[in-house]
């Protein structure tokens, strides 16, 4: 037994600056200057149980409204980097979306889910579990970039492979998700408890089916590796195909082979690879059940 207390683990700040600029343009100029992007804040008031110091100055993005709107384009949504995953739980749109939709809706918990946004499930780098990635990858979503030279593009696998040394004053300011016609998509997840804890894997299914058959698919995983990624070989395994509950095992154990188990204190990198061919089932069950 020790009879004085632990030292803190990590350097607290005597203070810590907040800025909130009310335009993109303020925004880019504040994260330029040093800044760091504060969004919903979830992951960043964290910072201590990773044992990580907070940053000196946040720059918080709640009052540029832009950041919070749906624009409906041809063939695609976009959408804003502060939407909330309860926001885009409730967003009616194409069933394209519906493993973003789902995804978000069992994210976590209610007070987290009212707050944690887009932008900021995207931006934490070091966050394998979350689970808008794996759904944005299956669904072929890029990223909206704002910076000091300007707008930009890049696919979602392009960015999250080169998150950690992006350009300062960079901002992710919408999510282009296409939607095609006669696509459909679905996410699964599997916790320790149950609930909405962090995923121990999760599994994002994106199909687009002629007469039953499968045309085109994406699958992608998360919380498997560190971060989240497509498995190219699960969903040609899926092309050509009926979809049903053997096919769909049969594409999860490639899903398998095609990742390297993550260790972890929730689980053994041998067991998130196991459960992926039950969860590509699942999300196959869902999407034949809302077809018919
Ligand atoms: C108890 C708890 C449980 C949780 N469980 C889950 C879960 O099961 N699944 C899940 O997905 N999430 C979960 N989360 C939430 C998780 O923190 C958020 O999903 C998300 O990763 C953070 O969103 P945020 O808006 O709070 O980001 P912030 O904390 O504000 O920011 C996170 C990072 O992204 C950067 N960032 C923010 N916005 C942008 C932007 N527009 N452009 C570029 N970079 C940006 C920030 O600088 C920071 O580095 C949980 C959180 C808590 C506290």
Same mark, same amino acid.
């Given at each position: 037994m020790t009879t004085t207390a632990d030292p803190p683990r990590v350097q607290t700040r005597a203070t810590i600056e907040l800025r909130r600029p009310a335009s993109l343009s303020e925004a880019v100029g504040e994260l330029q200057a040093g800044g760091t992007a504060l969004a919903g804040g979830t992951w960043i008031m964290r910072a201590a149980h990773r044992d990580e110091a907070f940053d000196a100055v946040y720059v918080a993005?709640?009052?540029?409204? +832009? #950041?919070?709107a749906v624009q409906e384009r041809d063939g695609a949504v976009a959408l804003g980097a502060l939407l909330t995953h309860d926001e885009l739980a409730a967003y009616d749109g194409s069933p394209a979306l519906g493993a973003l939709a789902t995804a978000a809706a069992r994210s976590a918990f209610p007070a987290i889910r009212s707050t944690a946004t887009l932008g900021g499930n995207i931006g934490a780098?070091?966050?394998?579990?979350?689970?808008l990635v794996p759904a944005l990858l299956a669904l072929g979503a890029s990223v909206e970039l704002v910076s000091p030279q300007g707008e930009s593009t890049a696919s979602l696998e392009t960015y999250l492979a080169s998150r950690g040394q992006r350009?300062?004053? +960079? #901002?992710?300011?919408r999510v282009v998700v296409p939607t095609p016609a006669g696509a459909s998509s679905a996410f699964e997840r599997l916790t320790v408890l149950g609930g909405?804890?962090?995923?121990v894997a999760n599994l994002a299914l994106s199909v687009t089916l002629q007469d039953g058959v499968v045309r085109a698919a994406r699958v992608a995983v998360g919380s498997v590796e560190e971060v989240a990624r497509l498995c190219p070989a699960a969903a040609e395994a899926l092309v050509g195909e009926r979809l049903d509950a053997a096919v769909a095992e049969r594409a999860g154990k490639v899903a398998a082979q095609e990742c390297t188990g993550r260790e972890g204190l929730d689980a053994p990198g041998w067991y998130r690879l196991a459960v992926l061919p039950a969860l590509l089932r699942r999300a196959t069950s869902r999407l034949i059940e809302e077809a018919s």
């Open positions: 993005l709640d009052r540029i409204a +832009e #950041l919070r780098v070091g966050f394998a579990e979350a689970d350009p300062a004053g +960079e #901002l992710i300011a909405g804890e962090y995923s």
